[in-house]
Nanobody, 114 residues
Framework: QVQLVESGGGLVQAGGSLRLSCAAS????????MAWHRQAPGKQRELVAV???????NYVDSVKGRFTISRDNAKSTVYLQMNSLKPEDTAVYYC????????WGQGTQVTVSS
């Protein structure tokens, strides 16, 4: 069984930064692909960033150059550094361990004011 616990969300002004963390329990974190998703009010959940076990990363176009996903396998934690935040980044951000089955965190709210 895997548990994912996100933290680091909050209220920030446009242009500011936040770092989200997702701490994972379980034995297989270092072997797993991890991802961050977000869901804004009235919108579908979207994939924001992915990092493979080997450290390869990929981003949705809207966050490229502003967000960075990283992982610390010793701490079983994945991070999302978010810079130059925009009001349209406002959403609940979810951590996901991609596997069979998938595991999801409970989400953390990020609100960017204009």
């Amino acid at each position: 069984q895997v548990q994912l616990v996100e933290s680091g969300g909050g209220l920030v002004q446009a242009g500011g930064s936040l770092r989200l963390s997702c701490a994972a329990s379980g034995r297989y974190f270092s072997l797993s692909t991890m991802a961050w998703h977000r869901q804004a009010p009235g919108k579908q959940r979207e994939l924001v960033a992915v990092i493979t076990a080997g450290g390869t990363t990929n981003y949705v176009d809207s966050v490229k150059g502003r967000f960075t996903i990283s992982r610390d396998n010793a701490k079983s934690t994945v991070y999302l550094q978010m810079n130059s935040l925009k009001p349209e980044d406002t959403a609940v951000y979810y951590c996901r361990l991609i596997g069979t089955p998938d595991y999801w965190g409970q989400g953390t709210q990020v609100t960017v004011s204009s």
